[in-house]
């Protein structure tokens, strides 16, 4: 019965865990369109692209070596 438990957990944990995932990503991807729409001039943009995709490739990379 433990190890059903513990599969439980970890399934919900990992949907959480994606969940919130996601609203970050979508969070940051709102920022970047404000920023756009507001006229932020385009070097400060491409930075915050830049800082974006950087996130990305090293959650990446988190992720990959925790296993």
Known sequence: MAK?????NEGVSNF????????KKNTAN???AQ?????LPKDAIDIMNTIKKDRERL??????YSK
């Open 4 to 8: 059903k438990e513990k599969n439980i």
């Open 16 to 23: 959480v865990s994606a969940f919130f995932d996601g609203v």
């Open 59 to 64: 959650d990446s990379l988190l992720k990959k």
């Open 35 to 39: 920023a756009k729409k507001k006229g």
């Open 30 to 32: 709102r920022f970047l």
